[in-house]
Antibody, heavy 119, light 109 residues
Framework: QVQLEQSGAEVKKPGASVKVSCKAS????????MHWVRQAPGQGLEWMGI????????IYAQTLQDRVTMTRDTSTSTVYMELSSLRSEDTAVYYC????????????WGQGTLVTVSS | QSALTQPRSVSGSPGQSVTISCTGT?????????VSWYQQHPGKAPKLMIY???KRPSGVPDRFSGSKSGNTASLIISGLQAEDEADYYC?????????FGTGTKVTVL
């Protein structure tokens, strides 16, 4: 069965960076794109970007493109999302979510990783 | 890219129907038939309910349906059940980025 297992909760200070992982299993890793979506406490969903495991190509949301980096490791079927220069507004649950290439929908989601930015 | 506009909340009694609107622009909802809908229960990850405007993934009850007219997409829940109480988000492909809706809380009275 398809599983997306994310790394554990993080607490970071303002200005630091955080790297969240998402390990995929139960399907052919390179055949599906991976999106990252975040949700601040009590707020809605915000699309952050996409990484294509087959090529490593990425597209980022304009509001985050200076601070976010998405990578993948095909040997371990894992994608990573790194966010730098953290601010209190980056406190959120971060989700990875799978997309079959060119399907334009997110059919499986990870369990979420809470990142707290606090001094 | 601005968030798609959804009503903050809708409510209905068990067995009734509710409709959630999702209004975008001619750059997203209006031009692409790639609108999807996600259900999110408190503390849980979102779940895909509708894709490509009106298609249902396997396992999603047929009381959930979707449609689109112009720049506005809609999710219809017919025969409302207690377990349908949740937050619902629309999402549209917008050329390269994706954009989510503001979210709607569905309350079953």
């Amino acid at each position: 069965q398809v599983q997306l297992e994310q790394s554990g909760a993080e607490v970071k200070k303002p200005g630091a960076s955080v790297k969240v992982s998402c390990k995929a299993s139960g399907y052919t890793f390179s055949s599906f794109n991976m999106h990252w979506v975040r949700q601040a406490p009590g707020q809605g969903l915000e699309w952050m970007g996409i990484v294509r495991p087959s090529s490593g190509n990425t597209i980022y949301a304009q509001t985050l493109q200076d601070r976010v980096t998405m990578t993948r490791d095909t040997s371990t079927s894992t994608v990573y999302m790194e966010l730098s220069s953290l601010r209190s507004e980056d406190t959120a649950v971060y989700y990875c979510a799978r997309e079959e290439d060119h399907s334009y929908n997110l059919d499986y989601w990870g369990q979420g990783t809470l990142v707290t930015v606090s001094s | 890219q601005s968030a798609l506009t959804q009503p903050r909340s809708v409510s209905g009694s068990p067995g009734q129907s509710v409709t959630i609107s999702c209004t975008g622009t001619s750059s997203d909802v209006g031009v692409y038939n790639y609108v999807s809908w996600y259900q999110q229960h408190p503390g849980k990850a979102p779940k895909l309910m509708i894709y490509d405007v009106s298609k249902r993934p396997s396992g999603v009850p047929d009381r959930f349906s979707g449609s689109k007219s112009g720049n506005t997409a809609s999710l219809i829940i017919s025969g409302l059940q207690a377990e349908d109480e949740a937050d619902y988000y629309c999402c549209s492909y917008a050329g390269s980025p994706y954009v989510f809706g503001t979210g709607t809380k569905v309350t079953v009275l």
